[in-house]
């Protein structure tokens, strides 16, 4: 599969599309609302930071607890319940009156639900697309996140002018329900991938097989850290500009269209490996113009230039499905999005208090440069084996065991 008709030809996908764009539409709007809430309330860079990003601080317990029913529930029901309860969650966060200290427990509890949804998502995705298809079908929903992070913050900002932040949240609230009604209504029945009850006991257990295996390894802390700690600089963007994050956070989105773009639909299998490398480095260098204190253009350009380099974690996944049997692709790719939104989550907290000490921009340049250090640390274990393969996964326990 390599042309996007082929893909929207594919039955399930457009309404698995629409699931995916309504609810990233939701958190974009809902997120800058509710930074910009926290901020004005506590003039503080760290909770606004927090504020954000901080439900993927939740996706740790989530992906210790909760991933194994990521292949075990119907996906449709379970996508769609999923988008229900963050519907419920934003619309409590607009609730006027409510305090601060209230808003950072209803974050973590979002999270915890996040870390179950993209094991479900992404897990169906590899289920309804024909061998070969994933990467592209992984990069239009990326690319659809682009799209919608650059809509979502500049209607975001329009939205603010005119509205409160709880105004925000409220239409944020709206797009979650538009994103269960899209599950309900356009995806089929299915059976789950596979056999047995959800448990905590399964997940870790699944966890472990996951983890013990090298080269799926490297690939997982490559697809976490790096990218987390960008995103750490990503949350500052509020308290570093403060007239002017959604138009920072839009670059961001603008780069990481490009780069899934250019990832999904025209690098060639041969050359993907070179060019996950540059990709890797590309995501952190230009931060480190920060350190210069960039007056807006040029702050913009950075960003957008060093999202490009978010496409390296389109290349990873799918090697990351390569080293992974397909019954437990939803858990895979589920313990994948948990960590790395964890650590986006880390990563927004570190920034935040390394800004509360110095400033944003000294905190941006810090984490850029531990980016670009954790890179080239985990570089040769992303080599490829002999002749550039990636030995395929063996079939895991799940399917030689009986199903209780």
Not at 18 to 36: E, Y
Not at 227 to 232: E, S
Request: aromatic share 6%.
């Amino acid at each position: 599969m390599r042309t996007y008709q082929e893909l929207f030809r594919t039955r399930e996908f457009t309404p698995l599309f629409l699931v995916s764009t309504g609810q990233v539409a939701a958190q974009t709007v809902s997120g800058l609302a509710l930074s910009t809430l926290v901020y004005d309330a506590t003039g503080s860079p760290l909770l606004s930071a927090v504020a954000m990003f901080g439900p993927s601080l939740a996706q740790v317990a989530g992906a210790t607890t909760l991933l194994s029913a990521a292949d075990r529930l119907p996906p449709r029901a379970a996508l769609a319940a999923v988008a229900l309860i963050f519907a419920l969650g934003t619309a409590v966060l607009a609730v006027p009156g409510l305090p601060i200290w209230a808003v950072f427990v209803i974050l973590p509890a979002e999270g915890l639900v996040a870390s179950l949804g993209g094991g479900v998502r992404y897990g169906l995705l590899h289920e309804i697309l024909p061998k070969g298809g994933f990467l592209l079908g992984r990069s239009v929903l990326n690319m659809a996140t682009g799209t919608m992070q650059i809509c979502g913050f500049a209607a975001g900002g329009l939205l603010l002018a005119a509205l409160s932040p709880r105004g925000v949240l409220l239409a944020g609230a709206a797009l979650y329900l538009a994103a269960a009604a899209a599950a309900l209504t356009g995806l089929r029945p299915r059976p789950p991938r596979a056999g047995g009850r959800p448990s905590a006991a399964e997940t870790w257990r699944t966890n472990v097989l996951l983890w013990s295996a090298r080269p799926r390894r490297y690939v997982y802390l490559a697809l976490w850290v790096p990218n987390g700690l960008i995103v750490g600089c990503e949350s500052l963007f509020v308290p570093y500009a403060p007239e002017n994050a959604g138009l920072l956070l839009a670059a961001a989105a603008c780069g990481m269209l490009v780069g899934d773009t250019m990832a999904g639909r025209f690098v060639p299998p041969w050359w993907r490996e070179r060019a996950g490398a540059a990709l890797r480095l590309l995501l952190a260098a230009p931060y480190l113009v920060f350190a210069l204190h960039p007056a807006l253009p040029l702050a913009a350009a950075v960003v957008a230039l060093a999202s490009v380099g978010y496409a390296a974690s389109l290349l990873l996944q799918e090697r990351l499905m390569a080293l992974t049997p397909d019954e437990l692709s939803g858990h895979a790719l589920g313990l994948h999005s948990s960590g790395m939104l964890a650590c986006q989550g880390l990563g927004a907290a570190l920034a935040g208090a390394v800004a509360q000490h110095t400033s944003p921009a000294t905190a941006m340049t810090v984490m850029a440069a531990l980016s670009v250090t954790v890179t080239l640390v985990l570089a040769p274990g992303l080599r490829p084996g002999p002749g550039g393969a990636v030995t395929p996964a063996a079939p895991g326990p799940a399917t030689r065991r009986p199903v209780p």
